[in-house]
């Protein structure tokens, strides 16, 4: 009888500790090998590999997924003349998960010419800018690259977000591109979450084997 009644106490307590990820990012990882899911703007296509942009030595190496097939390349520069390529993706999220992704920044071009590549995140009471490079005080050196990078953020708020990318050229009009590159784009619970979860679920397998639930 004891153990009977500390059956819902023991599975309330686990379920606190493992949250869903409540969220509704779409083709996070491009492996639609489309843009479905995102709002685009300028050059922005799914691709499976990237040439480096490097106008001096030493040449870095080509670009390619961090996970699957494919990610989203966003260029500086384009021949419709924008100079100017965006995207985007609207989604809802619980307070307290992680929005991770990766990301490259190939600055094709040099000095004084600083195409710029930003990542920002916008909610309903908020923002936050996750990254950012040649906009002022983060300049980079001439045709110095950003490798694949890891960002992770807290979100602090169980609201509807909206993650931008923007890349844009320096010179007006542009002749060298650079190349901002965008993968596995997802949200998930935080890692002392996942770490509670599993010491929760292997606390009530140990009762169970005992006997004590």
Wanted: aromatic content about 12%.
């Amino acid at each position: 009888m004891k153990g009977n009644k500390c059956i819902p106490l023991l599975v309330g307590v686990v379920l606190f500790l493992c949250p869903a990820a409540q969220s509704n990012i779409t083709n996070g990882g491009f492996e639609t090998t489309d843009l479905t899911g995102w709002t685009s703007t300028g050059t922005v296509f799914v691709t499976d590999f990237e040439m480096s942009r490097d106008v001096v030595p030493p040449i870095a190496p080509d670009w390619t997924p961090t996970e699957g097939s494919y990610f989203a390349s966003l260029w500086s520069t384009d021949t419709m003349g924008t100079d100017v390529a965006t995207l985007s993706q609207t989604f809802i999220a619980n307070a307290g998960l992680v929005l991770q992704f990766d990301y490259f920044f190939d600055f094709g071009d040099i000095a004084p010419y600083y195409d710029t590549a930003v990542g920002t995140l916008t909610w309903s009471t908020g923002s936050v800018t996750l990254f950012e490079h040649n906009t002022p005080g983060h300049e980079l050196a001439e045709d110095e690259n950003v490798d694949w990078t890891r960002i992770s953020y807290v979100l602090p708020v169980s609201d509807t977000y909206t993650l931008d990318f923007t890349t844009t050229d320096g010179a007006v009009p542009g002749s060298y591109e650079s190349i901002l590159g965008v993968d596995n784009v997802q949200v998930i619970p935080a890692p002392a979450a996942i770490l509670l979860c599993t010491i929760g679920v292997s606390l009530v397998s140990l009762l169970r084997r005992r006997g004590t639930l």
